[in-house]
């Protein structure tokens, strides 16, 4: 058997790394990271090194998923992690990706997703070790403080400084990262250290030991109930408690059986069902004149206080694994009990509790309260929707009653801007995600290609508007879905015009010379806007443009049947007013 037949049986009965790249690697598959979403620059040579030897290494690796932009692949990561609850690894290319990334690592830290973010670090040597500096660009991109940029937006940063300790360092960034309330870690990787060649060894881990999230005090939970029990309109206003699936089902059984009201205030997941008795819809304020008790559950922003504030008396309680939001530089709202616990440890203690305390009588007289405020609701959205049943217009209201119409259960609809679900009815656990409280644009179309990889078997949507899939570098994500299979629909509302813009301005100065000129509103404009559907078509799926209301139900029903039967992407760019 000649030396490299040997070498090669060797690795297959023992896998071994020869470099700390290899290691890395290997130690990121080990610890739980399936995929290493990559834009990748001249500081990844070595982990392109250890993918090229990975069948002599013998080493499992994480699937390496390569996007064009650095938006791009922290977008994709963030949709991986919303949908399976698993932290990914992201890499991009030094000082200059860090800096394109770092709206999307906002998001992410705005939106609690755990995500090992990491950028190649520029090579620390002019000239001599392996790795060491070998183009121009070596000296422009170093910075004295690469991750200074992102420090107030990740929990923990570092420098890998050698590949004695690579496995105590990945542990203690993905522990950090996954601990309440999560968020992305930074990690710097030198191409020096990960070049640095290591004496073939087995590579062995495990994943870190990660702290479960806090349980609250049992005497704040009893004082909880007592003032449940005590109130006669109780509301429960919660923006993302349904991050967790599994809190959905006993949130929705605890307000059914104690007459509490539900709004999910601007929520970016389903954390209770649209057709429980009892939601209030998407916004508190037309109840606040009615509510003598508001819990507030993981809601940064329970209600706006320029917009309406509760009633004096009114008791508030807030609830989440981090209450008082300390990252917000400033949030006030006032409240007389603050109490540190993750849903999925309150829910079940509470409803525990008012077993103990409830009456038949307060039960029944809290229900009655919001049955009769979850009616209001209903006239309301019957009375937006009756124009348009009787003459059909290309509205957003009208798209999101289409939405209805068109859509399986067993969608996931990741939405950047349009859907409304005061028309919308999200149902099921899991099956809605929405931007960040942080907003920031382009996240929408990425954390979609992030969402079929992660569930091939569900159909994603897509819903956007043009100022939104602008933001998100559309011919990039096009091109992730055809390069990674990952073929999702794509609804656009298209308006020409950034409306957030315009109705911010008008808002600000409602009898201002913005208000009552011309529309679009100034810096609003878009047009001329391209041909949306041309983009999709560069990729090899299928665009369409529709500017009949009446036919939109019946294009998203086709368009979802070519994503399923053919496995092909398909945007529709829905001409809006």
């Known amino acids: 058997m000649t030396s490299k037949s040997a070498t090669r049986a060797a690795t297959a009965v023992e896998p071994r790394s020869e470099a700390v790249g290899e290691t890395f690697l290997a130690l990121l598959k080990q610890k739980g990271v399936d995929h290493l979403f990559i834009n990748s620059g001249t500081d990844s040579a070595p982990i392109a090194e250890a993918y090229a030897r990975q069948h002599l290494s013998g080493l499992d690796f994480p699937t390496p998923i390569i996007g064009t932009h650095e938006n791009l692949v922290v977008g994709m990561a963030h949709g991986y992690t919303m949908v ?51 183009g121009a660009i070596h000296w422009a991109q170093e910075m004295y403080d690469q991750a200074g940029m992102l420090r107030e937006l990740v929990k923990w940063d570092y420098e890998l400084r050698s590949g004695i300790n690579v496995d105590e360092v990945l542990d203690r960034g993905l522990a950090l990262s996954q601990a309440a309330p999560a968020g992305p870690v930074y990690l710097t990787l030198p191409r020096e250290v990960l070049a640095e060649q290591t004496p073939p060894e087995p590579v062995e881990s495990r994943p870190p030991a990660v702290p479960a999230a806090p349980a609250p005090v049992p005497a704040d939970i009893d004082a909880l109930a007592d003032l449940i029990e005590s109130s006669r309109c109780p509301i429960l206003v919660t923006s993302a408690s349904g991050r967790d699936p599994s809190t959905v089902e006993p949130l929705a059984a605890l307000c059914e059986r104690f007459g ?239 409306g957030a813009v315009q109705s911010s301005t008008i808002g600000v100065y409602p009898e201002g010379h913005a208000a009552r000129g011309p529309k679009p509103a100034p810096l609003s404009d878009l047009r001329p806007v391209p041909d949306f559907e041309k983009y999709c078509e560069a990729s090899g799926g299928y665009g369409e443009r529709v500017t009949d209301a009446a036919a939109l139900p019946d294009a998203i029903r086709r368009a979802l049947t070519t994503v399923r039967e053919e496995r092909r992407q398909v945007l529709l760019n829905v001409i809006c007013e």
């Open 84 to 134: 399976t609850g698993r932290i990914q690894a992201v890499m991009v290319h030094v000082s200059v990706g860090a800096a394109n990334a770092v709206c999307g690592v906002m998001n992410a830290r705005r939106d609690e997703i755990p995500m090992l973010f990491m950028a190649g670090r520029t090579p620390l040597f002019e000239k001599g070790p392996l790795g060491a500096r070998s």
């Open 260 to 498: 509490i009201g539900i709004v999910e205030a601007k929520s970016r997941y389903v954390c209770a069902p649209a057709d429980h008795p009892y939601h209030l819809g998407q916004a508190v304020h037309p109840y606040l004149g009615d509510a003598d008790l508001l819990i507030c559950l993981e809601s940064e922003v329970p209600w706006l206080p320029g917009t309406r504030e509760p009633r004096p008396e009114t008791r508030i309680v807030h609830i989440g694994a981090d209450p008082l939001f300390r990252d917000y530089p400033i949030r006030s709202f006032r409240g007389e009990r603050f109490i540190t616990g993750a849903a999925a440890h309150v829910l079940g203690p509470l409803a525990q509790a008012l077993e103990a305390v409830s009456s038949d009588e307060g039960n029944e007289a809290r229900q009655a309260s919001a049955a009769r405020l979850a009616s209001t609701r209903a006239e309301r959205r019957a009375k937006r929707l009756a124009p348009l049943m009787a003459e059909p217009r290309m509205t957003k209201d009208w798209l999101n009653h289409c939405l209805n119409e068109a859509l399986p259960d067993d969608v996931i609809v990741v939405n950047e801007y349009w859907v409304d679900r005061e028309i919308y009815d999200a149902r099921r656990p899991g099956g809605f995600f929405m931007h960040s409280p942080a907003a920031g644009l382009g996240w929408g179309m990425p954390a979609a290609v992030g969402a079929a990889l992660a569930a091939p078997d569900q159909p994603v949507v897509c819903t956007l508007g043009d100022g939104a899939y602008l933001f998100g570098n559309p011919g990039a994500c096009h091109q992730a879905i055809a390069m990674h299979e990952a073929p999702l629909l794509t609804i656009l509302c298209n308006n020409a015009r950034w």
